[in-house]
Every structure is written in structure tokens, then in C-alpha cells.
């Protein structure tokens, strides 16, 4: 398991047990996160599960795919450098104790 943390807009975090593998919108979704809206079911489709990665650890993420990059000009809320979207960040230890926030809105 990979201890991922998820802070709401008020300020509200939670520490989440992912499965290696899984995307962080899965595991926002599967434990009742709010502000992860997820349309699209991950297909990256829909930039509805932005979230912003703590600045630090941005560079250990692999990159965004092309598809993710050209869905990122279409968040709702502000779009910063550490802008990614959430279904396409898979669960791996490297990333354990990662922290990433949930923007204001997503529609
Ligand atoms: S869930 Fe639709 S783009 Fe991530």
C-alpha cells in the first residue's frame, strides 16, 4: 500500500492506503472523496479530477501523456505547474506519502 494524502479546498486531508496500481482518482473516488468528479470513469476524457501535486515532488511523477496535457488547458479552476490530473497518476511506492490537493472547482 501507498499513503497517499488528499487535501480539500477547506483545508480538510486525508490519508489514503492506495493499492500500487491504482490511479489517485480511483482511490479518491472509492473512499468518498469530495471534489474528484471523475465524468469520464478515467478515460481521460473530462479533466474533471484535477488536482495540483505538492510542488516538490512534482518531478518524480512521470510525465503527462499528450492527451493529459491537451486536457489540462480545460480544468475549471486555475491551472498551475503542478496541475496534473488524477486519474492519470498511478499508485507506486516511489510515491508514498505523496500530497496532492483538490482544486475549488472542476466543473
Ligand atoms: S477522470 Fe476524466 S480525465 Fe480523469
Not at 497517499?4 to 468518498?32: C, H, R, T, Y
Amino acid at each position: 500500500m501507498v499513503q497517499i494524502v488528499i487535501v480539500q479546498p477547506s483545508g480538510a486531508s486525508f490519508e489514503l492506503d492506495v493499492p500500487e496500481g491504482w490511479s489517485l482518482m480511483q482511490a479518491a473516488v472509492k473512499n468518498g472523496i469530495d471534489g474528484i468528479v471523475a465524468e469520464c470513469g478515467g478515460s481521460c476524457v473530462c479533466a474533471t479530477c484535477h488536482v495540483y501535486v505538492q510542488p516538490e515532488r512534482f518531478a518524480e511523477l512521470p510525465p503527462p501523456g499528450d492527451d493529459e496535457l491537451e486536457l489540462l488547458d480545460e480544468v475549471k479552476a486555475e491551472r498551475r505547474p503542478s496541475s496534473r490530473l488524477s486519474c492519470q497518476i498511478k499508485s507506486a511506492a516511489e510515491l508514498d506519502g505523496l500530497i496532492v490537493t483538490i482544486p475549488e472547482r472542476q466543473t
